[in-house]
């Protein structure tokens, strides 16, 4: 572990008063049999609020995914994971698989990826969101039909007859998306977790999607955690954003903020990807769009200093041999680099 | 750029279009209903030579099948193809197998168009040995020239394609397609299963292979937003049809369309929002 | 509707081959009913052609055939030269035994195999599992034979159960309940012969269809959302899994027809087996006909089953 004892003294959580979710130097390592286990989430902590859209940016391979999987305690068993997760003051991580059972799709649920694969094809869409009612709370046959027809009008379909009794397959892809975000609604959850899943819709489909995401976050009060690789999504849409790579949060701060003046190199690249389609173009000078060069580095865990610094254009010769710890430049954000600003 | 643009126009087209329908019929259980999709309604495309022509389209809208009636892939019911200026559309079997070399495609789910069972180097020998352009050791050496030009590490041939980055296997596939030296690539949906920074990197490398092989790219994608950047052209489908064909700066300043403006607004308030929180945070 | 009207057509299609196979093969088998006859001095070769041409056996292969067919629209399902009667009066009874035998194993195979294979498929590599997974090969390795002989041996050791049979002497004054009794008890060595032996198969498929669904997408999904783990396992996966199942029900009825057959023959069960056999040592032509055809049937029956099952259970093939 003395990899990362150089990290700085966790600084005070600039939010008020009680947080939701309370995440503390999280760390998950996969491990197989015959390779060398690398930590695929390295000291994540970070908090969200009741109500709050946290943005979580970052290239598949991050770890983002594997964030949200810990969050819901679904890792396969071969994971080994450190660190805390409070849950309205309840450690997550301590909990037995009853308890977990119980908080999962009615205090913290999921919008997960591609809602084609992620529904049964064999089970009527309005059972698989009545199952879900009926894990979760007391009642019988005709009060689940109702809610779920209630739940089904709350993402905004019309035809709730139409999609209560179609099969996933005679469904388009914008109705699957919401039937998917109805399922994870249906018990009105504190906490609603979205991994990448606008990635597969048309761009007037996941316009709207948005719009109802953030519609339902406001009137219900649910806080969202948004997981995407698409900077551009998160504007107007995110409270706060926080930057993943590698596994370890770069940077994390209030979107206006990281975006307007963004602190981590690897922020700054991503947020440079962001086509200008209206008003000309963000072509270099040899006709190529800009990029960050370079890929993720293979995790292994001799690794040393910065994983960031094979890519990075103001890295030092400090940053090959030690790892940046997360510091706070100012009120409400958070870095890990030695070089920010520059 | 507008002067570039209007220079590009004036090419001659390496593949012509006319008039392609394409039907798929379905027939519903319990009764004698038909359920007809047109999925192609007389569609007239010309792509420019060594252009890169961007295809775009909400799903459903008949790209794909746009895209496999070109690919020669799949026969249209009515219309013609011409390929550097022969029809094709209804060549003889040997005429199309001669064909096919100079016309090669790259999937979007390159997981599922690469054989598991092989390794990396194989994938891209495949083709060469099928046609007999290459054998022994000249086979292997061709491969890892292919994987240095798309980005790869030769050192990588020996691996399965699954151990591979969503973004080094559609380089995998752009290698393979690039094998038997195509003039016509057609992409269909090849980036958007990759985040931002691997599709600007992907596009990237197009434009760097479209110079040295001298190609010409037909890119079929459902966000106009990154592909706008770079094409020379662009196409936009919408039920079957081609509402509006124009060069990049046409269509982006001056749609004519009503599909198309809706598609440029709704990438527009995306980076709208972007730029806003950009210039607003900025106090 | 297109699907199943195809599977019919199939079905019958399979009948008449079957039948005409069956004609072709008896043809060229050597020796007749009465070709034993032949070797009795008292009876004249002037009898045995006289009784040959009475039973139109002098006549060629495509007229029997026509007749054959013309004897079962009408009805007879031809004509018995051993016991002197016609083969669906001898059949209807024993076809019905050997239903009896063949329904209960696959019911209670099916019965023993769906939720032991969804249990082991929870946790594949648990102790429960491996030992499930050494049982099942153990027994796949086992012939019928074997099985059946040891079963008898167990019945005989112990004299808990009858040797053989499908009802004790006396049968027939039993009230109701004793009848019921002495069937349940005769039916227990065939019946379990047959479950063991087709057990491992479907033990097998279950489990390896269920821990291919579990690594579905959709499973895990359905395991964020809070739901329990039996509910996963039936209300989710099994419905998923249920496909190659029920293919392999179809399947699991030919072959346990077919084991029925010789578990019959030993265990004296008075089924479609014996019938067979002796029809077939004295070539009694049209019993034999008679008896592969009523087999064919039932198999064709439960496949076509199997068909209507999963046009019900999956809702993608009713749109194909």
Redesign the interface.
């Known amino acids: 572990m003395g990899l990362f004892t150089n990290m700085m003294p966790f600084a005070t959580v600039s939010l008020e008063g009680a947080a939701l979710l309370r995440v503390r130097a999280l760390t998950v390592t996969y491990s197989t049999r015959n390779r060398q286990s690398a930590p695929a989430l390295r000291r994540v902590s970070f908090d969200i609020a009741p109500g709050e859209i946290l943005g979580i940016l970052g290239e598949s391979g991050s770890g983002k995914s594997t964030l949200a999987l810990a969050i819901l305690g679904l890792l396969p068993a071969n994971c080994s994971v450190e660190g805390t997760i409070l849950f309205q003051d309840e450690d997550l991580l301590q909990m037995d698989e009853s308890r977990w059972r119980e908080i999962r799709g009615a205090k913290i649920s999921m919008i997960f990826q591609e809602p084609g694969l992620s529904l049964s094809p064999v089970m009527r869409v309005g059972d698989q969101i009545a199952e879900i009612i009926r894990a979760h709370r007391p009642g019988n046959g005709k009060t689940r039909k109702l809610e779920c027809e209630a739940v089904l009008r709350g993402v905004r379909l019309s035809e709730v007859d139409r999609i209560y009794r179609a099969y996933p397959h005679q469904l388009s892809g914008g109705e699957l998306h919401r039937v998917a975000i109805a399922q994870a609604l249906a018990c009105r959850p504190d906490l609603v977790i979205a991994d990448e899943s606008t990635r597969s819709l048309d761009v007037t489909v996941q316009a709207e999607v948005l719009n109802l995401l953030r519609e339902i976050n406001r009137k219900r009060g649910s806080a969202l955690i948004f997981i995407t690789h698409n900077p551009a999504l998160l504007a107007g849409f995110a409270d706060r954003v926080m930057v993943m790579y590698a596994g370890g949060i770069v940077e994390q701060g209030p979107t206006a903020q990281v975006f307007s003046r963004p602190l981590h190199p690897y922020t700054k690249g991503l947020l440079q990807l962001i086509p200008r389609s209206r008003n000309g173009t963000n072509l270099t000078s040899e006709g190529r769009l800009p990029v960050i060069p370079g890929s993720l580095p293979a995790l292994n865990p001799s690794s040393r200093g910065c994983l960031f610094e094979p890519r990075c254009s103001v890295r030092t010769a400090h940053c090959q041999n030690e790892s940046p710890g997360e510091v706070t430049p100012e009120r409400g954000r958070r870095v890990s680099c030695f070089n920010y600003g520059n | 750029m507008g002067t570039e643009a209007v220079g590009r126009a004036i090419k001659p087209a390496l593949v012509k279009a006319r008039a392609l329908c394409k039907r798929y019929v379905q027939r519903a259980p319990f009764s004698r209903k038909k359920f007809v999709i047109d999925a192609l309604m007389d569609v007239d495309l010309e792509i420019a030579l060594g252009c890169l022509t961007a295809l775009v389209g909400e799903s459903g809208s008949g790209k794909s099948t746009l895209a496999s009636c070109l690919g020669i892939l799949e026969k249209p019911d009515r219309g013609e193809i011409w390929f550097e200026g022969s029809k094709v559309s209804f060549a003889n079997s040997r005429e199309l197998t001669a064909l096919r070399p100079k016309i090669q495609m790259v999937f979007q789910d390159s997981a599922g168009a690469l054989n598991p069972r092989f390794s990396a180097a194989q994938i891209i020998e495949e083709p060469l040995e099928i046609q007999g352009r290459e054998s022994g050791a000249r086979l292997r050496a061709r491969a890892c020239e292919l994987m240095e030009e798309v980005g790869l590490s030769p050192d990588a041939g020996n691996r399965s394609p699954l151990e591979f980055s969503g973004g080094q296997r559609q380089r995998l596939a752009i290698a393979r397609a690039l094998a038997l030296k195509p003039t016509f690539l057609i992409l269909d949906e090849s980036l958007s299963g990759l985040d931002l920074a691997t599709q600007a990197q992907i596009l990237n490398l197009l434009l760097d292979l479209q110079t040295s092989h001298s190609l010409t790219y037909l890119l079929i994608s459902h966000d106009l937003s990154l592909v706008g950047q770079v094409a020379d052209f662009v196409a936009v489908m919408h039920h079957g049809k081609i509402v509006e064909c124009g060069s990049r700066q046409q269509v982006f300043s001056a749609p004519q369309h009503a599909h198309t403006k809706e598609l440029l607004a709704s990438v527009g308030v995306v980076e709208a929002a972007f730029r806003t929180a950009q210039v607003g945070g900025g106090q | 509707?297109?699907?199943l009207e195809r599977r019919v057509i199939h079905g019958i299609l399979l009948l008449i081959g079957v039948s005409v196979l069956c004609f072709l093969f008896s043809d060229l088998a050597p020796g007749s009913f009465f070709d034993e006859m032949k070797l009795n001095p008292q009876i004249s070769s002037e009898t045995v052609a006289a009784l040959r041409s009475q039973y139109g056996l002098d006549k060629p292969l495509p007229v029997r055939y026509a007749r054959w067919v013309e004897s079962v629209l009408g009805g007879e399902w031809g004509y018995s030269f051993a016991y002197n009667s016609s083969v669906r009066s001898l059949l209807v009874v024993r076809a019905r035994n050997t239903l009896l035998l063949t329904t209960l194993a696959t019911l209670f195979s099916w019965l023993v195999a769906v939720p032991l294979g969804v249990w082991i498929s929870n946790h594949p590599g648990k102790w429960y599992d491996r030992l499930s997974m050494g049982g099942t090969s153990l027994l796949l390795s086992v012939p019928e034979l074997v099985l059946v002989f040891g079963l008898l041996y167990f019945a005989i050791r112990t004299h808990a159960l009858p040797v053989g049979g499908m009802t004790s002497v006396g049968f027939d004054q039993l009230g109701l309940w004793g009848k019921t009794i002495d069937l349940v008890t005769h039916l227990i060595v065939p019946v379990t012969t047959l479950v063991l032996a087709s057990l491992p198969v479907l033990v097998r498929h279950v489990r390896a269809s269920m821990v291919e669904v579990l690594k579905?997408?959709?499973i895990?999904?359905?395991?964020?959302?809070?739901?329990?783990p039996a509910?996963l396992l039936f209300?989710?996966a099994l419905?998923?899994a249920?496909n190659p199942l029920i293919s392999l029900f179809g399947l699991s009825v030919a072959g346990l027809l077919s084991g029925s057959l010789l578990v019959e023959v030993i265990t004296g069960w008075p089924g479609i087996g014996p019938l067979l056999l002796e029809a077939s040592m004295s070539r009694d032509l049209y019993v034999v006909v008679g008896a592969v055809m009523s087999s064919t049937l039932f198999m064709v029956f439960g496949s076509l089953l199997a068909d209507v099952m999963l046009v019900v259970?999956?809702?993608?093939i009713?749109?194909e």
């Open positions: 509707m297109k699907y579905l997408p959709f895990q999904a359905a395991r964020g959302h809070g739901i329990g509910r209300r989710y419905p998923a249920g259970v999956d809702p993608r009713r749109v």
